[in-house]
């Protein structure tokens, strides 16, 4: 089998999505998801002006010399645009070879490791009383996971809290918005919140909690150390991870399990994190770390220390990320959960898909290949638009801070 094409398709049904589709001549098709959420043209570009022209005539079982000649041939190596042209191309090919073999990819890969994937939700409200009751909404869908994130009293806007309760979209402007930002009023106010949402929702409910990169080290360590009575999942992106020993005080001071990585694009960005067993789950995903064969690397590494997996699954991951995520998923022996934010109507119109969600689990389903597709024609309906996420500055003085 050769490789005769490859496309970049860019679509907006309702937020921007890059895709890839590869091209045979016995007529198999793959796809793969190159969504980088604000900054989605440099990846098609990456994949356009750099990738395709060298993709084209070779074998696509050759998965992993693909890959290789990838990401070493290009001289210059990792980072995020890099590793999600790679993923795209690396996604695609899986979903050639398990069309080819006539199996749900999850076979290629290993089989079925369980029955299905424990995946969990969001539960946002404007306030701690909406927050309960969006968790309370949650459990009855029959999530057995919930991540709740709140408004914070004296801030405008915070992560993870929308418009909508079933929508949340942070990618909202043309050009970046601002948000304020208060440690001390999160800090105060986020205990609290567990504290209700955990005596409303009972002992048996996942309660899991991002804070989205904010707090320095030695806060972090604090908020964990409030939060323990909670008995939480985990506590998410509890401060920047460039410096990987960060959370070496983070940990030396609560016993709240930590999860990391959903900005990692390789195996080098969590080494540390892992093999000193700083973290509990590495959140690294298919279309942001270079895509199944580069993810089952972190995997295995991660398998060595207990550490588990904990997918990112925002809905700036398309559904083709979704499809391939939940094979992966279905595998790997150190599963520990999958994030899952529902897409909008019409960008589950784009992409037909053969994932399932029950009870709080899902399922990719048994159609050979990744099981996610593109309707070419809906998405020409939904062109791109340029859309950024926002920054945060220090409410008492302005200082730009992480958003
Ligand atoms: O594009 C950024 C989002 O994917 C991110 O803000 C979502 O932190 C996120 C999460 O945990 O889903
Ligand atoms: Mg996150």
Not at 74 to 100: E, H, Q
Not at 205 to 222: C, G, M, S, Y
Request: contains cysteine; aromatic residues 10%; negative net charge.
């Amino acid at each position: 089998m050769k490789i005769t094409a490859a496309r970049v398709i860019v679509c907006s049904p309702g937020r921007n999505f890059v895709t890839l589709k590869i091209e045979t001549d016995e007529g198999l098709t793959g796809i793969g998801d190159a969504t980088l959420n604000g900054r989605e043209l440099s990846v098609a570009s990456y994949l356009d002006d750099h990738v395709i022209p060298c993709l084209i005539g070779r074998d696509p079982h050759q998965i992993e010399d693909i890959w290789q000649y990838l990401y070493k041939g290009a001289y210059w190596r990792r980072g995020p645009v890099t590793m999600s042209a790679i993923a795209a191309v690396d996604t695609a090919l899986w979903d050639i070879k398990a069309k080819a073999a006539g199996l749900p990819l999850y076979q290629l890969l290993g089989g079925a490791s369980r029955t299905g994937v424990m995946v969990y939700g969001h539960a946002n409200g404007r306030d701690t009383e909406q927050t309960v009751d969006e968790v309370l909404r949650y459990r009855d869908m029959g999530y057995k996971a919930i991540r709740a994130q709140s408004g914070v009293p004296g801030l405008e806007k915070v992560y993870g809290v929308g418009k909508s309760t079933v929508f949340y979209e942070p990618a909202d402007a043309d050009l970046p918005s601002e948000h304020d930002w208060s440690t001390e009023k999160y800090l105060r106010h986020t205990p609290q919140l567990f504290d209700q949402v955990r005596a409303a929702v009972g002992p048996d409910i996942h309660l899991l909690h991002d804070v989205h990169h904010r707090l320095t080290p030695i806060e972090a360590a604090r908020l964990g150390k409030d939060l323990e009575p909670f008995r939480l999942f985990w506590m998410e992106d509890a401060t920047p991870a460039e410096n990987q020993d960060a959370f070496r005080l983070i940990r030396q001071h609560t016993t709240t399990p930590l999860a990391v990585g959903e900005v990692f694009n390789t195996i080098w960005d969590c080494k540390g994190l892992i093999e000193n067993q700083l973290i509990d789950y590495i959140r690294t995903t298919v279309v942001h770390a270079g895509g199944i064969t580069h993810l089952r690397r972190i995997a295995d590494l991660a398998s060595l220390y207990q550490v588990r997996t904990g997918s990112h699954g925002a809905t700036d991951l398309s559904p083709v990320c979704m499809g391939a995520a939940l094979h992966f998923d279905l595998w790997v022996p150190n599963f520990g959960i999958q994030e899952y934010m529902r897409h909008t109507d019409e960008t589950d119109a784009v992409f037909p898909h053969a994932y399932t969600f029950q009870d709080g689990f899902m399922h990719p389903g048994q159609v050979p290949g990744h099981g996610v597709t593109i309707d070419e024609a809906v998405a020409a309906k939904f062109p791109y638009q340029r859309a950024y996420l926002p920054v945060n500055r220090q409410q008492h003085d302005g200082t730009l801070w992480n958003w």
